[in-house]
Nanobody
Framework: QVQLAESGGGLVQPGGSLRLSCAAS???????????MMWFRQAPGKEREWVAG????????RYADSVKGRFTISRDDAKRTLYLQMSSLKREDTAVYFC?????????????WGQGTQGTVSS
């Protein structure tokens, strides 16, 4: 059974940075390396929205316009881990962040979701 577990959320001031991680279990790294993965987020009172996606072995990445140039998605297949480096954070980036997969192209999600990690941008 595939499980995804996010971590790395927290409280940060506007303009700051956070690095989120998503550890996958219940699958081999060979299988994980074939998964296209994504990050979604859900702000209070809003619907869940797609944020970023990455295909096999870092070949293709895509970003929502709202985060382009500020967020970077990456993966370490040997560690079965997905990352989201978030910089120049804005208050509107406050949300619960979820990893998801496998699925491509975005924004259609795959069947597996993590429990989410809270990222709060506030002074």
């Amino acid at each position: 059974q595939v499980q995804l577990a996010e971590s790395g959320g927290g409280l940060v001031q506007p303009g700051g940075s956070l690095r989120l991680s998503c550890a996958a279990s219940g699958l081999t790294f060979e299988t994980f390396s074939r998964y296209a993965m994504m990050w979604f987020r859900q702000a209070p009172g809003k619907e869940r929205e797609w944020v970023a996606g990455i295909t096999l072995t870092n070949r293709t990445t895509r970003y929502a316009d709202s985060v382009k140039g500020r967020f970077t998605i990456s993966r370490d297949d040997a560690k079965r881990t997905l990352y989201l480096q978030m910089s120049s954070l804005k208050r509107e980036d406050t949300a619960v962040y979820f990893c998801n997969g496998p699925s491509w192209p975005p924004p259609s999600p795959g069947p597996h979701w993590g429990q989410g990690t809270q990222g709060t941008v506030s002074s």
